[in-house]
């Protein structure tokens, strides 16, 4: 088991009053070193070959360079800067080396990344490139996986994962998501399950076991999580009241699925803009938290 991190995930050059909460990273970072210092190993960003395995030539290369459109620039919420292209760069290369963790030790998790909002040709929604969907390509590439299943339960859909897939039934894509959040036009996914707002903890948890049922089926040969702790009560942007401790059966729910089909698991982080950010640290810490306890 490893936790990976990725370095200046908060160096990032954003206008005042910007929503995106770019303090979170150190603080998840500093609590779990405090317990699981022996853990944690530093990413690498990623190759641009690895990046192109999914990302159109002339995206990848129009981030790289600055040449976005307004418009694209726009969408994607967060200002052109080369800090921007680095932390991308790094971010896919955090879910890779987790990967490469997972398939040595069963399970590992990454402290960034989760950025399923990117498509194949454009980012949106904070997200300049899909890391689960290059990890995806890179498990099939490097280590023969024929089926994955990517869980996906930040709040928001998982609408670049699902358009990058949409054509790939080797790839199951599970998205449990508010029904009214953004996005608002949403993609399919292999199984997308849409909450109603305020959905209660019992409601949630029994959607997500018969949602965990369906990826069983699928049979896959490594699982990725995009844990995305949006759904939190307190939340600016979730929608949803669930509580930390729904939360951390969430979490536990999905990792027995990895471990009784007996394969490899990849964490990512994802959403989490609590209006007490600390509420939003003390969920995102505890998905970690929870994946060191199955697995060790
Ligand atoms: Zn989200």
Same mark, same amino acid.
């Given at each position: 088991m490893r936790l990976v991190y990725t370095e200046n995930m908060h160096a990032l050059s954003l206008p005042p009053g910007h929503k995106f909460p770019l303090g979170k990273y150190d603080r998840i970072h500093a609590e779990l070193a405090a317990d699981h210092e022996e853990l944690l190993t530093l990413g690498a960003p990623a190759t641009v070959e690895d990046v192109k395995l999914v990302?159109? !030539?002339?995206?990848? +290369?129009? #981030?790289?360079?600055?040449? &976005?459109?307004? #418009? !694209?620039? @726009?969408?994607?919420?967060? /200002?052109?800067?080369?800090?921007? *292209?680095?932390?991308?760069?790094?971010?896919?290369?955090?879910? &890779?080396?987790?990967? +490469?963790?997972?398939m040595q030790f069963g399970a590992a998790g990454h402290i960034a990344g989760g950025t399923h909002h990117a498509f194949r040709d454009?980012?949106?929604?904070? %997200? #300049?490139?899909? =890391?689960?969907?290059?990890?995806?390509? *890179?498990?099939?590439?490097?280590?023969?996986?024929?089926?994955?299943?990517?869980?996906?339960?930040?709040?928001?859909?998982?609408?670049?994962?699902?358009?990058?897939?949409?054509?790939? /039934?080797?790839?199951? %894509?599970?998205?449990?998501?508010?029904?009214?959040?953004?996005?608002?036009?949403? +993609?399919?996914?292999?199984?997308? *399950?849409?909450? /109603?707002?305020? #959905?209660? =903890? =019992?409601?949630?948890?029994?959607?997500?076991?018969?949602?965990?049922?369906?990826?069983?089926?699928?049979? /896959?040969?490594?699982?990725?999580?995009?844990?995305? *702790?949006? %759904?939190?009560?307190?939340?600016? &942007?979730? @929608?949803m009241r669930l509580s930390h401790q729904a939360l951390r059966t969430r979490n536990a729910r999905v990792y027995a699925l990895a471990r009784s089909l007996h394969v490899p698991l990849v964490v990512t982080l994802g959403g989490g803009y609590g209006r007490d950010i600390e509420r939003t640290v003390r969920a995102h810490v505890d998905v970690y938290r929870g994946l060191v306890s199955a697995f060790s």
């Open positions: 990302h159109d !030539a002339g995206y990848v +290369e129009d #981030v790289r360079q600055g040449t &976005l459109s307004a #418009v !694209a620039v @726009r969408r994607l919420g967060f /200002p052109w800067s080369p800090s921007l *292209v680095t932390r991308a760069m790094r971010s896919v290369g955090g879910t &890779l080396a987790a990967l +490469e963790w997972a454009r980012g949106e929604g904070f %997200c #300049v490139f899909n =890391d689960l969907a290059v990890a995806a390509a *890179v498990a099939m590439r490097d280590h023969g996986a024929r089926r994955i299943g990517i869980v996906d339960l930040d709040v928001h859909q998982g609408n670049g994962t699902a358009a990058i897939f949409a054509d790939d /039934p080797r790839v199951f %894509c599970l998205s449990i998501h508010g029904s009214k959040n953004y996005p608002f036009d949403k +993609e399919r996914s292999t199984l997308d *399950v849409a909450l /109603p707002d305020d #959905v209660t =903890d =019992d409601t949630y948890l029994a959607a997500l076991d018969s949602a965990l049922e369906r990826v069983r089926a699928h049979q /896959p040969d490594i699982v990725f999580y995009q844990s995305g *702790v949006d %759904c939190l009560s307190g939340d600016r &942007l979730g @929608r």
